[in-house]
């Protein structure tokens, strides 16, 4: 049953605020049902020209036993037991697990192929609080600021929070269905949140996203890739386009490429 009036407060919601796309329902939400979820719309919806979808599958292929130049992360990188290790029953080593209570089980011998990328910050525009981990983890106060009433009973989540200094939380098993695309369709396919592993950016739609979130998402999406066979990774905007506009305008998806392209200069052997 879609909450209407969470949905509708959500979206009248300030255009500054990005609501997480997930699946919000109202206490009594029995997990293994496929939730409906509110829109979380703020402002004028923004369709882009043409999706941007970034292909993972390039150059690192999605080979848990990468060599080492496959791995983008130079010098202070992780040893190669240390990526065996970065994933633990879906939650991965690089992140501070916040386990939430909003996720479900994906459907059975569902694949995880896509990475949908979001926008959020709570309040919208402020950046460094706890509000988001504290929404995802369903102990938001929603009396400690206006703009949180409009969150009161939403259930959402997402797999990954990346804060603006590149620390990111993880909140969902990787193996687990989390609630952030909602409503949503992508090459022939709905509800993404089957499928594929949502990312949360501490950011606002049309803000300039911080050089560390670049980097620490290259290397995420590098190490879902060697986990999933992740084949691309896309913006909410891409796969509920009008009505949502996350992450906006000011995520830089060539940026993203670059870095995904990049390959690891290879180290200097020793000789004689
Ligand atoms: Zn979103």
């Known amino acids: 049953m879609r909450p209407a009036s969470v949905a509708n407060k ?33 402002g004028q919806p923004q369709v882009r020209a043409a999706p941007s979808p ?17 791995v983008e992360e130079p010098v202070r990188g992780p040893s190669s037991a240390a990526r065996r290790r970065a994933w633990r029953e879906g939650w991965w080593s690089g992140a501070e697990a ?23 910050s709570l309040p919208p525009g402020e950046y460094g609080g706890d509000a988001v981990e504290q929404l995802f983890t369903n102990r938001l106060d929603c009396d400690a600021h206006p703009y949180y ?10 797999h990954f929070f990346v804060r603006r200094d590149g620390r990111v939380l993880q909140f969902v098993s990787c193996d687990r269905r989390a609630w952030h695309a909602g409503r949503s369709h992508w090459r022939g396919r709905d509800d993404c949140n089957h499928y594929s592993i949502g990312i ?41 386009p009008g ?25 200097p052997r020793a000789t004689g």
Not at 98 to 120: K, Q
Not at 149 to 158: C, D, E, T, W, Y
Not at 203 to 232: K, M, S, T
Not at 256 to 263: A, D, P, S, V
Request: proline share 11%; glycine share 10%.
């Open 149 to 158: 009433a409009q969150l009161r009973g939403l259930r959402v989540s997402a």
């Open 54 to 70: 970034v292909p993972l599958r390039v150059p690192h292929g999605v080979s848990p036993s990468l060599p080492d130049d496959g």
């Open 10 to 42: 959500a979206e009248r919601g300030s255009k500054a605020g990005h609501l997480p796309g997930g699946s919000p329902v109202r206490a009594g939400h029995l997990p293994g049902r496929s939730p409906v979820r509110a829109g979380h719309s703020p």
């Open 200 to 240: 949360e950016l501490e950011g606002l739609e049309g803000h300039a996203f911080d050089d560390e979130q670049y980097r620490v998402l290259a290397r995420l999406l590098r190490a879902l890739a060697l986990r999933w066979p992740i084949a691309e990774a896309v913006g909410h905007e891409d796969v509920a």
């Open 243 to 267: 009505r949502k506009a996350d992450p906006g305008p000011g995520f830089d998806w060539p940026r993203l490429r670059r870095l995904l392209r990049r390959r690891r200069p290879s180290l």
């Open 98 to 120: 916040r386990p939430s209570p909003n996720f479900d089980e994906r459907p059975a011998g569902e694949a995880v192929t896509l990475v949908v990328l979001h926008s959020i």
